[in-house]
């Protein structure tokens, strides 16, 4: 079956400007997003992850412009689409905010209204993006908070963000972007600040409400132990670009580039007991610079010559999965693979 492309990014480049000087923050992506899909990008700090999502949304700071490649969005209805790198006005951005494209941050305290009720600020969502009176919005403002699970919504409705915990607010925070109907949801980190449980009850809660509301969902998180349990596909980001990108079974079993093998290293459940757990020795490029070969090739302990001199284009190892590194050139020497990769690969992780 053809699945619906929502949105097409192709060769995407976003620059910003510090004290006179340019940071290429996003370096030539392309990526599709489906419909009903849970796409998971991760990388580490710095890597662009939000940088990349938040132009979709027209969220980029002042300093920052796109200086290149596209971003169609599909889901809207014109058949067309829509051209979100050629929008330039607010009020065009508002058409596609929330109401097409929603986010979810990290931090839920900095989308709330302090001074507000929570069941005010998701029934402005319901009245501003959905065709409904008072009386109804009040009705659906409790469906939605029933939804993402908040017991007793009358009393609730009622209560200030400070009323709430952690985890509750990051719950009304996915309420208030679900009431603006969007078909895209992107999730920036949504269980970063939070413990380990909440953190699962959280993407229990995406993957119910994508479900529910045929959502197709970016999630974006530092950890790829997160992802396992929810993501259909993963981007991996590395210094402002995709280094791979697969099925989740591809990228957690059949990982090419080295850059994920030091991810998949690196996670809490790969550590013996006893044992440090690994960290990816050095730091990334500074993205002041323009960047020679592949931009890993310093931490990589498997580094190739030709990695330090010429960028490697992607290789597809199925339709699904590519990765953009020499090593999968067939004229590159055979590594070994690191032992977490290799214990995946036999499943004795997941
Ligand atoms: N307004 C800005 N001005 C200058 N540089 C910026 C600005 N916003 C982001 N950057 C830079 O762009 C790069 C990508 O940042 P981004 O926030 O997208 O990273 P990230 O992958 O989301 O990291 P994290 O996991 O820490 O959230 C970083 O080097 C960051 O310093
Ligand atoms: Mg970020």
Known sequence: ???????????????????????????????????????????????????????????LEKNG???????????????????????????DWIKIRGHEIAMIMQDPMTSLNPLRTIGSQIMEAILLHQKVGRMDAIKKTMEYLEDVGIEEPEKRFEQYPHEFSGGMRQRVVIAIAIACNPRILICDEPTT???????????????????????????????????????????????GDMVEIGTCEEIFYDPRHPYTWALLSSLPQAGQKGTELFSIPGTPPSLFASIQGDAFAPRNPRALKIDFVKCPPYFEVSPTHKAKTWLLDPRAPKVPLPPVVEKIRKGGLF
């Open 1 to 59: 079956m053809e699945r619906k492309k929502m949105l097409e990014v192709k060769d995407l480049d976003i620059r910003f400007e510090l004290r006179g000087k340019i940071l290429h923050a996003v370096r030539g992506i392309s990526l599709d997003l489906y419909k009903g899909e849970v796409l998971a990008i991760v990388g580490e700090s710095g890597s662009g992850k939000s940088v990349f999502t938040r132009s979709f949304l027209g969220l």
């Open 65 to 91: 412009w796109v200086a290149g490649g596209s971003a169609v969005y599909y889901g809207g209805n014109d058949e067309s689409g829509v051209e979100l790198t050629a929008i330039e006005r607010e009020k």
């Open 193 to 239: 600040a939070l413990d380990v449980t909440i953190q699962a009850q959280i993407l229990d809660l995406l993957k119910e409400l994508r479900r529910k509301y045929k959502l197709s969902v970016i999630l974006i998180t530092h950890d790829l132990g997160v992802v396992a349990n929810i993501a259909d596909r993963v981007a991996v980001m590395y210094a």
